[in-house]
C-alpha cells in the first residue's frame, strides 16, 4: 500500500473526550471515528488490526472443532420470552419495534437464538458434540460507554455455543475453550489469565474470565505472579484428548488468579508474600457451562441411546474481538505510539522515503515495495512528499514492527536502514537483507 494512496486521517492533537491511552492512539493513528456514544466506525487501519484478530479467533476456533454459521444482529422478543430473559435483561436491552408492532430487539449475546436453532433440527443424541459459533455485532446499552472500543455499546464479540449430552460432554467443551482462548490470546501476543468469576445474569455452575492485566482495566484482580509466567508455545494440543486438555486448564487455573467478584482473602494469603500481586485487568474474554438453563426452557431435547428424550447440556463462550484492540493497545505502547505484536500487525512494515522525488531512492522504495508483496507480506510506503521528521512521527503512531529507510545517502553506500519499532534499535544493512529479516 502506498501511503499517498491510502486513507489514514491522522490527528496531531490529543483528541480531549479519550480518557484512557488506546482511546487516544485509536484516535489518533486514524483507526476509528465516534459516531454516537460507544458506536464507532472502523477506519481503514482499525478495520484492519479488527480483521486480523478475527482471522485468529476463527482459525483458533476451527482448530478446538467449532464450527462456524452467522446469526442475525435483530432478534425477536418472543424468543427471550421462552427463556424468560426479556424481561430480566433490563434497560442494557436496546428494543424496537418494527412496521408491523412486532417487538424486536438488537441481540446482546445468542443463547436463544443458537437454542432455538438447535432444537429446530438435531434429534438424536449421535448428533452430538456439537459447537457452534459466530462473529458478530452486539449491542448493549451500557449506562457509561467509554474508553472507546472497551466499553462501547455496538462492539464485535465472538461467541459460541456447545451442546453436549452429557455434564462431562460439556465439561470437556468447557476445557476445550479454555486451552483454545489462552492459544487465541497468545497468538495475538497477549498474556490473559483465566480467573474464577461469578456466573451473573447468564447464570451457571462453572465460568472463567480472561483478564489482561492493566492499569486501566476496569476489574480489580489480585493474583500469584506465577501465573503470568504460564505459556502455551508451539504445544501440540489434541482437543478430542479429553486428558490433556483438562491436564492443560488444570496448569492455567491452578496458581491463585481471581477477581474482586470471588476474591478469597484466605486463599490469597497462604501465597508467598512475593509473588502476591493486586492489580487491574481487562475482561477480553468469559467461559460458562450452564448445564440445562436454555435447553430446559426453550425444549431443546435430544433422543438418548435409551430413546429417551433429554434436554442438552450447554455452555457459553465469548471474547471481546473489538476489545481486545484497546486492550493490545494498553499493554503495547510508548509516548511515541502503538507497538504492535507482529501477530497482530496492520501492515508488517513501513517503508520510509527520506527524499521522495530522488529518482533512485524512489525505485529503492519501489522495488521493497514490491518485494515484500510478492513473498505475502503487506508493506507500507510512505511515499508522501513531506519531512522525514512527520514520517517517522506517523510510523511510530501506527506503531508497524519494523521500519525501513530509505535515503540517497544510504543508497550510495549499498544500505537501507532497519528500525525495530519494539526496540528503537537500528542498522544499516542491505536492502535484501533488511527483507529476510522481517520476511
Ligand atoms: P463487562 O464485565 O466488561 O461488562 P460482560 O461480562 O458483561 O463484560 P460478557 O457477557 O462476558 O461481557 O461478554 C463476552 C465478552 O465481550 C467480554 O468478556 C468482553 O470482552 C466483551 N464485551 C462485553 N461488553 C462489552 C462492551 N460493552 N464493549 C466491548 N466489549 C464488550
Ligand atoms: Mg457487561
Ligand atoms: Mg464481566
Ligand atoms: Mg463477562
Same mark, same amino acid.
Given at each position: 500500500?502506498?501511503?499517498?494512496?491510502?486513507?489514514?486521517?491522522?490527528?496531531?492533537?490529543?483528541?480531549?473526550e479519550?480518557?484512557?491511552?488506546?482511546?487516544?492512539?485509536?484516535?489518533?493513528?486514524?483507526?476509528?471515528k465516534?459516531?454516537s456514544?460507544?458506536?464507532?466506525?472502523?477506519?481503514?487501519?482499525?478495520?484492519?488490526v479488527?480483521?486480523?484478530?478475527?482471522?485468529?479467533?476463527?482459525?483458533?476456533?476451527q482448530?478446538?472443532?467449532?464450527?462456524?454459521?452467522?446469526?442475525?444482529?435483530?432478534?425477536?422478543?418472543?424468543?427471550?420470552?421462552?427463556?424468560?430473559?426479556?424481561?430480566?435483561?433490563?434497560?442494557?436491552?436496546?428494543?424496537?419495534?418494527?412496521?408491523?408492532?412486532?417487538?424486536?430487539?438488537?441481540?446482546?449475546?445468542?443463547?436463544?437464538?443458537?437454542t432455538?436453532?438447535?432444537?429446530?433440527?438435531?434429534?438424536s443424541?449421535?448428533?452430538?458434540?456439537?459447537?457452534?459459533?459466530?462473529?458478530?455485532?452486539?449491542?448493549?446499552?451500557?449506562?457509561?460507554?467509554?474508553?472507546?472500543?472497551?466499553?462501547g455499546?455496538?462492539?464485535?464479540?465472538?461467541?459460541?455455543?456447545?451442546?453436549?449430552?452429557?455434564?462431562?460432554?460439556?465439561?470437556?467443551?468447557?476445557?476445550?475453550?479454555m486451552?483454545?482462548?489462552?492459544?487465541?490470546?497468545?497468538?495475538? *501476543?497477549?498474556?490473559?489469565?483465566?480467573?474464577?468469576? /461469578?456466573? $451473573?445474569? @447468564?447464570?451457571?455452575?462453572?465460568?472463567?474470565? +480472561?483478564? #489482561?492485566?492493566?492499569?486501566?482495566?476496569?476489574?480489580?484482580?489480585?493474583?500469584?505472579?506465577?501465573?503470568?509466567?504460564?505459556?502455551?508455545?508451539?504445544?501440540?494440543?489434541?482437543?478430542?484428548?479429553?486428558?490433556?486438555?483438562?491436564?492443560?486448564?488444570?496448569?492455567?487455573?491452578?496458581?491463585?488468579?481471581?477477581?474482586?467478584?470471588?476474591?478469597?482473602?484466605?486463599?490469597?494469603?497462604?501465597?508467598?508474600?512475593?509473588?502476591?500481586?493486586?492489580?487491574?485487568?481487562i475482561?477480553?474474554?468469559?467461559?460458562?457451562?450452564?448445564?440445562?438453563?436454555?435447553?430446559?426452557?426453550?425444549?431443546?431435547?435430544?433422543?438418548?441411546?435409551?430413546?429417551?428424550?433429554?434436554?442438552?447440556?450447554m455452555?457459553?463462550?465469548?471474547?471481546?474481538?473489538?476489545?481486545?484492540? *484497546?486492550?493490545?493497545?494498553?499493554?503495547?505502547?510508548? /509516548?511515541? $505510539?502503538? @507497538?504492535?505484536?507482529?501477530?497482530?500487525?496492520? +501492515?508488517? #512494515?513501513?517503508?520510509?522515503?527520506?527524499?521522495?522525488?530522488?529518482?533512485?531512492?524512489?525505485?529503492?522504495?519501489?522495488?521493497?515495495?514490491?518485494?515484500?508483496?510478492?513473498?505475502?507480506?503487506?508493506?507500507?510506503?510512505?511515499?508522501?512528499?513531506e519531512?522525514?521528521?512527520?514520517?517517522?512521527?506517523?510510523?511510530?503512531?501506527?506503531?508497524l514492527?519494523?521500519?525501513?529507510?530509505?535515503g540517497?545517502?544510504?543508497?550510495?553506500?549499498?544500505?537501507?536502514?532497519?528500525?525495530?519499532?519494539?526496540?528503537?534499535?537500528?542498522?544499516?544493512?542491505?536492502?535484501?537483507?533488511?527483507?529476510?529479516?522481517?520476511?
Amino acid at each position: 500500500m502506498r501511503l499517498s494512496r491510502y486513507f489514514l486521517p491522522v490527528l496531531k492533537e490529543n483528541p480531549a473526550e479519550a480518557q484512557i491511552l488506546s482511546h487516544r492512539y485509536m484516535l489518533r493513528a486514524g483507526m476509528i471515528k465516534q459516531e454516537s456514544a460507544g458506536i464507532y466506525a472502523w477506519l481503514p487501519l482499525g478495520y484492519k488490526v479488527l480483521s486480523r484478530l478475527e482471522k485468529i479467533v476463527h482459525e483458533e476456533q476451527q482448530r478446538a472443532g467449532h464450527i462456524p454459521l452467522l446469526m442475525p444482529t435483530l432478534q425477536s422478543a418472543d424468543l427471550w420470552r421462552e427463556s424468560g430473559r426479556y424481561d430480566a435483561y433490563g434497560p442494557e436491552m436496546l428494543r424496537m419495534t418494527d412496521r408491523n408492532k412486532r417487538e424486536m430487539l438488537f441481540g446482546p449475546t445468542n443463547e436463544e437464538m443458537i437454542t432455538d436453532i438447535f432444537r429446530s433440527y438435531v434429534r438424536s443424541y449421535k448428533d452430538l458434540p456439537l459447537t457452534l459459533y459466530h462473529i458478530q455485532w452486539k449491542f448493549r446499552d451500557e449506562m457509561r460507554p467509554r474508553f472507546g472500543v472497551m466499553r462501547g455499546r455496538e462492539f464485535l464479540m465472538k461467541d459460541g455455543y456447545n451442546f453436549d449430552l452429557t455434564r462431562e460432554d460439556a465439561l470437556h467443551a468447557y476445557n476445550r475453550h479454555m486451552v483454545s482462548y489462552l492459544r487465541t490470546y497468545e497468538r495475538m *501476543g497477549l498474556t490473559a489469565i483465566p480467573m474464577r468469576a /461469578d456466573s $451473573g445474569p @447468564i447464570g451457571g455452575d462453572d465460568t472463567h474470565e +480472561f483478564l #489482561v492485566l492493566a492499569n486501566t482495566g476496569e476489574s480489580e484482580v489480585f493474583y500469584d505472579e506465577d501465573v503470568t509466567r504460564l505459556k502455551l508455545g508451539e504445544r501440540a494440543i489434541n482437543y478430542d484428548n479429553r486428558e490433556e486438555v483438562a491436564a492443560i486448564c488444570q496448569e492455567f487455573t491452578t496458581p491463585y488468579a481471581r477477581t474482586d467478584e470471588t476474591h478469597d482473602a484466605a486463599l490469597f494469603d497462604a501465597i508467598p508474600e512475593g509473588r502476591r500481586k493486586v492489580g487491574r485487568g481487562i475482561e477480553v474474554g468469559q467461559i460458562f457451562y450452564f448445564g440445562t438453563k436454555y435447553s430446559e426452557p426453550m425444549g431443546a431435547t435430544v433422543q438418548n441411546a435409551e430413546g429417551k428424550q433429554v434436554p442438552v447440556e450447554m455452555g457459553s463462550h465469548g471474547i471481546g474481538v473489538s476489545r481486545l484492540i *484497546g486492550a493490545l493497545i494498553e499493554a503495547n505502547h510508548d /509516548d511515541k $505510539g502503538i @507497538i504492535w505484536p507482529e501477530g497482530v500487525t496492520p +501492515f508488517h #512494515v513501513g517503508i520510509v522515503n527520506l527524499k521522495q522525488g530522488d529518482a533512485e531512492a524512489d525505485a529503492a522504495c519501489e522495488a521493497l515495495h514490491d518485494s515484500f508483496v510478492a513473498l505475502g507480506l503487506d508493506p507500507l510506503y510512505d511515499d508522501r512528499d513531506e519531512r522525514a521528521g512527520g514520517k517517522f512521527a506517523t510510523m511510530d503512531l501506527i506503531g508497524l514492527p519494523w521500519r525501513i529507510t530509505v535515503g540517497p545517502r544510504g543508497l550510495k553506500n549499498g544500505v537501507v536502514e532497519l528500525t525495530s519499532r519494539r526496540t528503537g534499535v537500528s542498522e544499516e544493512l542491505p536492502p535484501e537483507e533488511a527483507i529476510a529479516r522481517i520476511a
